[in-house]
């Protein structure tokens, strides 16, 4: 964009703001999250009066839920082009959101290498699921005062992801799911464990497990399991979690149990946790 004479706007105070912003200048590209691109599809839906311009958009940071996808295209441009990478490696793999199944994150980048390992750290074949790890031709090969080498993400020039997947023949990349507990809402990375502890610091809550659920344009959004202190009421918890967590990390919903789920030596139990939301809930498989 700025190799062709474009120049770089950053979000405003606010959404109506920045769209506003968008529509006075003719803004032609835009780079966001899917978390923003819900946001912003929401307002245009709301307000058909305004009017996408966009000659091209790039969505990074997340997967890209199919049925979003065909939202934005529809409504906002059709150029949508889905972009995987990492601050470590920068980008990994792209391709238009049209051409994409879903969990695929694009085709491999020139000059990136990728490849898929089992826990033994045994290179597996095209199509077989592992740990992903990356080399490119720019990614860093540590970080500034690391001191736990033994944990270290960077291993022979490559950096593990953090996520699982696969390479096909084709060299497409497909995402399966994360490593690690770490919720994606839409772009943006967090502990569950960070939200928990905002929950529990409410007097009405003993204890909390936050979990993601995807919403109706497929991204995912923060729920929570409590263990309330007598009779819990949501609308103060609510305001308690607005006023310390950002948005897309206050829960939606909070479900009331009389317990978490446990294992046999008494740790929170996240495996067992989607069967549990789905018994609650009445979801299905």
């Not at 793999?93 to 033994?120: C, F, K, M, N, T």
């Not at 995402?175 to 919720?183: F, P």
């Not at 003993?206 to 959004?221: M, T």
Request: glycine share 10%; aromatic share 8%.
């Amino acid at each position: 964009m700025l190799s062709r004479g474009g120049t770089v706007y950053f979000p405003g105070a606010s959404l109506i703001e920045t769209l506003q912003t968008f529509d006075v200048y003719k803004v032609q590209g835009l780079i966001a999250s899917p978390g923003n691109l819900s946001d912003f599809l929401s307002f245009y839906d709301d307000n058909p009066d305004f009017r996408s311009s966009f000659g091209v958009i790039l969505s990074a940071g997340s997967p890209l839920p199919r049925f979003l996808s065909e939202r934005v295209r529809s409504r906002m441009g059709s150029n949508l082009v889905l972009s995987y990478g990492t601050t470590e490696t920068s980008t990994i793999s792209s391709a238009p959101a049209h051409a994409l199944h879903e969990g695929a994150a694009g085709y491999i980048a020139p000059g990136v290498s990728i490849r898929a390992v089992d826990e033994q750290g045994t290179i597996l074949g095209p199509g077989n699921e592992g740990s992903l790890q990356v080399q490119t031709p720019v990614n860093v090969d540590g970080y500034l005062n690391e001191v736990a080498k033994t944990e270290s993400p960077f291993l022979d020039g490559y950096f593990d992801t953090g996520d699982i997947g696969y390479v096909t023949t084709e060299k497409m990349l497909v995402i399966t799911g994360r490593k690690k507990e770490v919720l994606n809402l839409g772009g943006e990375k967090v502990s569950p464990r960070f939200i928990e502890d905002v929950i529990t610091n409410h007097d009405s809550v003993r204890e909390a497990l936050a979990f993601a659920v995807p919403s109706e344009f497929g991204i995912e959004e923060v729920w929570a399991l409590t263990v309330p202190v007598g009779n819990l009421d949501e609308d103060a918890l609510q305001l308690h979690c607005r006023g310390r967590l950002p948005k897309a990390q206050v829960p939606v919903r909070f479900i009331n149990v009389a317990e978490l789920p446990r294992t046999e030596s008494e740790e929170v139990d996240r495996h067992r946790l989607d069967a549990m939301v789905r018994g609650l809930t009445g979801a299905g498989g």
